[in-house]
Structures are given as C-alpha cells and as structure tokens.
C-alpha cells in the first residue's frame, strides 16, 4: 500500500494485519481518485471504517484540509496511527475510535465533510443492512456540507439503496463498485448544530 499521488507520492503505509480490511488495489484506487481531483483541494474528509487511513491519507497528500478517520478494530487502528505519525499528519487528521455508528449519530464535534468514504466490510451489507441505512440518514442530515460527495465501496453482488443519498455515477471494477453519493435532503431538514 502506498500514497500515489501529491505531497507524499510513493510513501509507503502499513498495510492491514489479516482480512479485518480490504486494501483497494492502485489501479482502482488511481482511477478513482481521478475522478476525485476537483474535490480534494481545501477538503473536509470522512474516512468512515478507515482501516489503516489509505483513502484519507490519500486526500491529505494531495491537499485536503483536514480527514476524520473512522475505525473499531484495534490492530487497524494501530497501523492507521503509525501511517499518521510517519507522514506528520497529526495536525490535520482526527482518529474517531470505536463505535462508527455511535459517532455519527450526533452532530459533528468539528466541521462537517466536503467528502466522505464509506467503506464497510462487504459482511455488513448482508448482516446489517438497516444499521447502514440509518447511518446513512445520520450522515446526510447532520454531517456534510451541501454538495458534499460520498464514496460508497461494496461488493458488486451486492445492491443496498442509502435513502436520503441518491447515486449519481457508479463505476465498477472487478467485483467491486464504486457508488458515488450526494444527499437529497431538503435544506429546511438539514439540522444545524451552531
């Protein structure tokens, strides 16, 4: 695993222990970060189930402002630390330990996201469909910034509608998709927590 592009191109990070994540592979990992480009510079990131920070870290060294970093597992976020302390970052990234869905369930502590990844182990979308769909609804109505994108990974067996959030492109690649999201909440729902 390595950064690809931007201020720490070729830097390497510590790759996942066992199968608790799924690295994406470069090639995808380029192909959607082009896509990306216009919307990382300044960027606010969410990297929601981060594993070891590849796709906030990634935004960081091609510019993003500041990434929040999701993530539950211990050993994932040993390495995601470690990744953090080796490229400096520590001034611009936030680890949110723990319960994800707990996290989200609350207005945010700081800034909401400009663009967020949510990367769930493939498990959940057959195990616990509804808690992805309530996070969705936490995510859409509290936590991002109007015109915000999210970048929804999963298996490509696999279909979960994320109402409030609307497909706007997918792109598939192998077994997996790529399913990229804006929310269709109206403004007079959106709860402002200032």
């Known amino acids: 695993m390595r950064i690809i592009a931007g201020e720490f191109r070729g ?12 690295p994406i592979t470069d090639r995808v990992k380029q192909s959607l970060f082009d896509i990306l480009s216009p919307r990382i510079e300044g960027a606010r990131v969410y990297d929601c189930f981060a594993g070891t920070g590849s796709m906030g870290l990634e935004c960081l060294s ?54 967020l990844f949510l ?18 609804d936490h995510v859409a109505r509290l936590h991002l910034n109007p015109d915000a994108l999210i970048v929804f990974r999963h298996d490509a067996n696999d279909h979960l509608a994320l109402p409030p ?28 927590p200032q």
């Open 165 to 192: 959030l609307s497909v706007v492109d997918q792109r598939e690649y192998g077994g997996m998709v790529l399913e990229f999201m804006q929310a269709q909440v109206p403004q007079s729902d959106i709860r402002n």
């Open 11 to 22: 830097r390497k990070l510590l790759p996942p222990e066992g199968d608790v994540t799924r």
């Open 62 to 115: 091609r510019g993003a402002t500041h990434a929040t970093f999701f993530e539950a597992d211990r050993s994932a976020l040993i390495r995601l630390g470690t990744n953090i302390q080796t490229l400096k970052l520590a001034d611009r990234a936030t680890i949110r330990k723990g319960d994800l869905f707990g996290h989200l369930a609350s207005p945010p502590i700081s800034a909401k996201a400009d663009l």
């Open 119 to 136: 990367d769930p182990p493939y498990r959940f979308l057959r195990e616990q469909p509804q808690a992805l769909v309530t996070l969705a």
